[in-house]
């Protein structure tokens, strides 16, 4: 029987015993800083990025990776008669997936090519269990269809401390993102259906927690928790809170922190603060 081989962009919130564990290939993309071009895992890594951004000049581009990257891995992977499963980050903010749809098409490995409709760690918890389900054993579709059962009970909640960047970016008006900050507006976003939403604005940091306890209220009351990850950028403080309230929720689970991507981190700007986590 061939073997499935996963393969994922580095946007997934995977940690490197993760990666190792289930011999996934992850596909860089890259970020460019006043000029320069970095690649994620390769030239530049998460906790570097920040301070980078926070002094570059302007905004930071970001792209996604070239299609000869995800053909030779798709090539590679393929040499003997393995398939490959590969997870893209969700279509809205970025064209990863359809590099990968380009490359399918041009390899002889038989390759799945997936948009996950999220990123980050709720992208790393389909990727995790579709390796558990492939591990022992399971098809290309009993992977598929665990990755969807794990999309249809997951959770993400991104609060962005400032609108700089998602102005910057095109994604917020000039005017709304002025607005906002100038009466000290936080704004809690989720995903879902792969598109960004507003949760809730409010002004000031106490609207944020005011959110965020009902938030781990709906969680503590909620279906089981199988799983919990915290990302940010720059946003310890915050970070080291979330985390305090959610051991004493959860004690049995181990939480996951890090600092997010450099492509996800351009967007959110500094100071960003995410929960994902999923349940039975």
């Known amino acids: 029987m061939a073997k499935i081989k996963i393969v994922a962009d580095s946007s997934a919130g995977l ?35 920040p ?7 302007s905004l930071p581009k970001t792209s996604q990776p070239p299609i000869g990257k995800f053909t030779d891995a798709f090539d590679r992977l393929g040499e003997d008669g393995s398939e490959v499963l590969c997870v ?21 490995t038989n390759v799945k090519v997936v948009d996950c409709h999220t990123t980050d760690r ?57 607005l906002s900050n100038l009466l000290n507006i936080k704004v809690m976003l989720d995903v879902y259906g792969g598109q960004i939403h507003v949760a809730m604005k409010g002004r000031g940091i106490k609207a944020i927690h005011k959110e965020w306890d009902k938030i781990l209220a709906n969680m503590a009351n909620g279906p089981k928790v199988k799983g919990i990850g915290l990302s940010h950028v720059k ?31 351009t967007h959110t700007g500094l100071g960003a603060c995410c929960l994902i986590y999923y349940t039975e």
Do not use: W
């Open 88 to 108: 893209c980050m969700m279509e809205s903010i970025s064209g990863t997936v359809h590099a990968a749809e380009q490359a399918a098409s041009l390899t002889k």
């Open 51 to 57: 301070d980078m951004m926070e002094k570059a000049h």
């Open 122 to 178: 709720a992208m790393a918890f389909q990727i995790i269990e579709a390796a558990k389900v492939i591990e022992e054993g399971g098809s290309m579709d009993d992977a598929l269809a665990k990755m969807k059962e794990v999309y249809d009970h997951h959770k993400l909640y991104l609060a962005i401390d400032n609108l700089d960047n998602l102005v910057a970016g095109g994604r917020v008006s000039r005017f709304a993102g002025t």
């Open 15 to 49: 940690t490197e015993t993760e990666i190792e564990k289930y011999g996934i290939t992850i596909i860089p993309l890259s970020v460019m800083i006043d000029g320069t071009v970095y690649v994620e895992r390769e030239t530049i890594t998460n906790d570097q990025f």
């Open 235 to 265: 946003s310890d403080k915050e970070v080291d809170r979330l985390k305090a309230k959610l051991t004493e929720l959860f004690p049995s689970i181990d939480i996951t922190v890090r600092e997010t991507v450099p492509v996800i981190a």
